[in-house]
């Protein structure tokens, strides 16, 4: 909204989550355009990007997966200068991931981040500009579309994503919460909330993906701030934020000695998710499943993508790429591991082994 792009074209990775990118660039009256990607990094392919470049184009949006870094980064930057188009890096999965020796987000022209995928925070992100005149134009549609119930709303939506996130993460680090609750009950939150949407005295951020006819469509009106019972939850949390990288680097390093990680890098790496890529996904998640180690299915796998999204090579990741919950691994499951490739099995798949 702040660079307005309005009836004009966001060139995205094809690969991406359909659930925050498509409503973000529809919700701001953009045209999505998708560019295909490299399977062997998940990077856009240079030649996708110069062949979906129009006289509408005004953005292009970089990646970085499951914790790990673009290693495209200036290349699409220097691409964006040499077109006059705005250089987009979605940090939202890797917070504190390098590049080389360069932090994600310090590259493009804005930075978006999240604090809920490899922190244990109840939403909540970030956008990073260098051109002063956008992020002054970001401030100005905060306060224009500032709305009097917004904390109301966020908040019992806070609490509720907290709920989830310590159900769906239970073996992850937390810092102890403080007292600062909402003291109504959970249903009058809900019936609060529901009346407020339903009256039209608030509108909801709208994540779920939506189809191509809802394209050229600017919706203004959405309060983003940041409540103060959020930013309590991710200042603390942010705190911890050098030890969980360490330690899921530190068990990243040595499950890829059992499982090689897609990802060839793992210093710059945060491990949001750990990626395999695996011939037969399903007998892999059967074999890890028996140990108690959670994973993950890749984005295409169960959420609807358009039909100019699933191109050859991203229908490979959807059926080759799983993503192993690191907080459900432990030194002991990775050495059982490794004693089920060794006990014979030298140079055999683990998914023939369990």
């Known amino acids: 909204m702040a660079i307005d792009v309005r009836r004009k074209e966001v060139i995205i990775p094809a690969y991406t989550c359909a659930t925050t990118l498509q409503p973000a660039i529809l919700q701001a009256g953009g045209v999505p355009v998708f560019a295909d990607i490299c399977e062997d990094n998940l990077c856009m392919e240079r030649q996708s990007l110069e062949d979906h470049l129009s006289s509408r184009t005004r953005v292009v949006i970089s990646h970085h997966y499951y914790g790990a870094a673009a290693s495209n980064l200036e290349d699409v930057q220097g691409f964006a200068a040499k077109h006059g188009l705005i250089h987009i890096e979605d940090c939202a999965h890797s917070l504190g991931a390098l590049c080389g020796t360069i932090e994600v987000g310090r590259t493009g022209d804005v930075a978006t981040f999240s604090f809920s995928k490899l922190l244990n925070c109840p939403g909540g992100g970030a956008i990073s500009f260098k051109d002063l005149k956008l992020f002054n134009r970001a401030i100005e549609i905060q306060r224009v579309c500032g709305n009097p119930f917004h904390g109301i709303v966020t908040n019992s939506e806070t609490l509720r994503w907290e709920s989830a996130i310590i159900r769906d993460r239970p073996g992850s680090l937390r810092p102890a919460l403080d007292p600062e609750r909402i003291l109504a009950p959970l249903f009058v939150r809900k019936v609060a909330v529901k009346l407020l949407c339903d009256s039209h005295l608030y509108r909801r951020v709208v994540f779920g993906a939506r189809p191509p006819t809802d394209i050229g469509t600017f919706r203004p009106g959405l309060d983003t701030r940041m409540t103060r019972l959020q930013c309590s939850r991710i200042s603390r949390m942010m705190g911890f934020l050098d030890s969980v990288v360490k330690e899921r680097r530190r068990k990243a390093k040595l499950l890829n000695d059992v499982i090689p990680s897609y990802f060839s890098s793992l210093d710059g790496n945060i491990v ?83």
């Open 272 to 354: 949001t998710n750990y990626a395999i890529w695996a011939p037969n996904v399903e007998d892999l998640v059967l074999c890890l499943r028996g140990l108690g180690i959670r994973t993950r299915r890749v984005w295409p796998y169960f959420q609807p993508y358009w039909p100019a999204q699933m191109t050859e090579r991203v229908n490979k990741l959807r059926d080759h790429l799983l993503l192993v919950d690191m907080d459900s691994i432990d030194d002991e499951r990775i050495e059982i591991l490794r004693q089920r490739r060794q006990s014979g099995f030298q140079g055999t798949p683990l998914v023939n082994q369990c």
